[in-house]
């Protein structure tokens, strides 16, 4: 079974830090670019951060650059995200996705509806 499995979500202070970690299971996905998203309640998911399939390019929504940073470990089949100076409006799910339909490409998609298979999501809540 094809799944994206996240991990590291939790409880932190505003000014804090996490690391999420995405591992894909079921297939090799060093191929594909990856993403993360976040959703917000009562919000549309939206885009934090991309990579391509190499890892040599990375995409930052601009409420996260320079705070948050992706990478890729493409011999363990993981993505990870790693959050910095979080703030209250950072609480959310964050989703992992793999965007299956454009292997090897050099700029990875930022909307999620280019994203094909996705994780169940890891809760983030960041206290004031």
């Known amino acids: 079974q094809v799944q994206l499995v996240e991990s590291g979500g939790g409880l932190v202070q505003a000014g804090g830090s996490l690391r999420l970690s995405c591992a894909a299971s079921?297939?090799?996905?060093?191929?594909?670019?990856m993403g993360w998203f976040r959703q917000a309640p009562g919000k549309e998911r939206e885009f934090v951060a991309t990579?391509?399939?190499?890892?040599?390019?990375?995409s930052y929504a601009d409420s996260v650059n320079g705070r948050f940073t992706i990478s890729r470990d493409n011999a363990a089949n993981t993505v990870y995200l790693q959050l910095r100076s979080l703030k209250p409006e950072g609480t959310a799910v964050y989703y992992c996705?793999?965007?299956?339909?454009?292997?090897?490409?050099?700029?990875?998609?930022?909307?999620?509806?280019?994203?094909?298979?996705w994780g169940q999501g890891t809760q983030v809540t960041v206290s004031s």
């Open positions: 996705a793999a965007d299956t339909a454009r292997p090897g490409v050099l700029r990875p998609k930022v909307q999620p509806r280019d994203y094909y298979l």
């Open positions: 079921g297939r090799t996905f060093s191929d594909y670019p």
């Open positions: 990579i391509n399939w190499s890892g040599s390019r990375q």
